[in-house]
C-alpha cells in the first residue's frame, strides 16, 4: 500500500541532498493519543501509511523525509504519525478514512497554494455549521466551537478575520440572542475585513436568515431599513438585487406581502444592470 496524506502538505522545498542531518519525527503511539496530542498543540495530523513492501513509500523516507527545510516545516506544524496499513490499527484507519492505492496512483504532493485553497475550503466549511445551526439540529456543540476558534488563531490565511468574525456573531445563535449576533454583525463589518463584495453579502445574507425567523419586530425594522442601504451602496446590479431579495424576505416575515413581491419582480431586472 502506497503512503497516503490524510493532511495534504507542501513538500516542494529545497531539492539540495548535501548537508541534511534532520528528518521528520513520527510519534510514537496510538491514533486516539495522536488526535490528543493534536488537540492540545493546535496543530493538524500528518499521516505516513505505509506498507512494507511499498518501494515509492521508501523513496519518500530516505529521500524527501530527510531533508531539514521538509523535517523542520512538518515538525515545527503538524503531529507527524506513520503506521502500517496491513498492522495494528492499520486496516481500520484504512477503512473509516477510505486510504487506498495502486500501482497506476500515487498520492500528490501538491503546491502550498493548493494546500491554502484546500485549507481554506476546510475552515470555511467548519465555519458555515456554526452560522448555519439551530436548535432543531441538535446541540450547539462548545468545545468545537472553542477548538475552532483556537485554531484559527494560529492561522494566517487572508480570509481568518471574517472567519473569526463570523464565529463572533454565531455564538449568540446557543441563547437565540438576535441582538447579539446584529450587534457582532455590524461591529465587524466596521472593521473592513469582508473587502470582497461577495464575502460580505454572504456575511449579511447568512445571519439574516435568522433574524428572518425572529419575532421581534423592532430587530426586523431594522433590519429593512438597513437593507436600503446596503442596496444603495451595492458595488453592481447583482448585489443590489441580491440584497432585494433578502429585503423581500425580511419584508415576509414582517407581513407585508405585496410589497416583498414587487422586490422578487424587480430584482431580476436590476440584476442585469
Known amino acids: 500500500m502506497l503512503r497516503y496524506i490524510l493532511i495534504l502538505l507542501c513538500c516542494f522545498f529545497s531539492t539540495?541532498?548535501?548537508?541534511?542531518?534532520?528528518?521528520?519525527?513520527?510519534?510514537?503511539?496510538?491514533?486516539?493519543?495522536?488526535?490528543?496530542?493534536?488537540?492540545k498543540e493546535k496543530k493538524m495530523i500528518f499521516v505516513d501509511c505505509y506498507a512494507s513492501w511499498c518501494g515509492p513509500c521508501k523513496m519518500l523516507a530516505k529521500n524527501i523525509f530527510t531533508q531539514d527545510s521538509v523535517a523542520d516545516f512538518y515538525n515545527d506544524n503538524f503531529v507527524c504519525f506513520q503506521i502500517d496499513m496491513e498492522k495494528g490499527e492499520g486496516p481500520a484507519l484504512a477503512k473509516k478514512y477510505g486510504?487506498?492505492?495502486?500501482?497506476?496512483?500515487?498520492a500528490h504532493i501538491v503546491?502550498?497554494?493548493?494546500?491554502?485553497?484546500?485549507l481554506d475550503y476546510t475552515l470555511r466549511s467548519a465555519v458555515s455549521s456554526f452560522v448555519w445551526w439551530n436548535p432543531d439540529k441538535g446541540t450547539f456543540n462548545q468545545q468545537r466551537y472553542d477548538d475552532l476558534l483556537n485554531y484559527l488563531f494560529t492561522q494566517n490565511l487572508p480570509k481568518v478575520p471574517q472567519y473569526i468574525a463570523t464565529l463572533y456573531a454565531a455564538k449568540h445563535l446557543k441563547t437565540n440572542d438576535m441582538q447579539g449576533m446584529w450587534d457582532e454583525m455590524h461591529r465587524s463589518l466596521h472593521y473592513g475585513i469582508f473587502y470582497d463584495p461577495q464575502d460580505k453579502l454572504d456575511f449579511i445574507r447568512n445571519f439574516l436568515?435568522?433574524?428572518?425567523?425572529?419575532e421581534d419586530k423592532t430587530l426586523l425594522q431594522k433590519a429593512n431599513t438597513w437593507l436600503d442601504h446596503l442596496q444603495e451602496s451595492a458595488p453592481n446590479g447583482y448585489y443590489k438585487s441580491e440584497y432585494m431579495k433578502?429585503?423581500?424576505r425580511i419584508l415576509r416575515t414582517l407581513g407585508q406581502t405585496a410589497e416583498a413581491e414587487q422586490l422578487e419582480r424587480e430584482a431580476p431586472k436590476v440584476r442585469m444592470t
Open 16 to 39: 539540495t541532498m548535501y548537508g541534511q542531518n534532520r528528518s521528520i519525527e513520527f510519534r510514537e503511539g496510538s491514533w486516539e493519543e495522536m488526535l490528543k496530542e493534536a488537540r
Open 99 to 106: 486510504v487506498a492505492a495502486n500501482k497506476f496512483r500515487f
Open 111 to 118: 503546491s502550498k497554494d493548493t494546500i491554502d485553497i484546500f
Open 209 to 214: 436568515r435568522h433574524i428572518e425567523t425572529c
Open 246 to 248: 433578502v429585503k423581500a
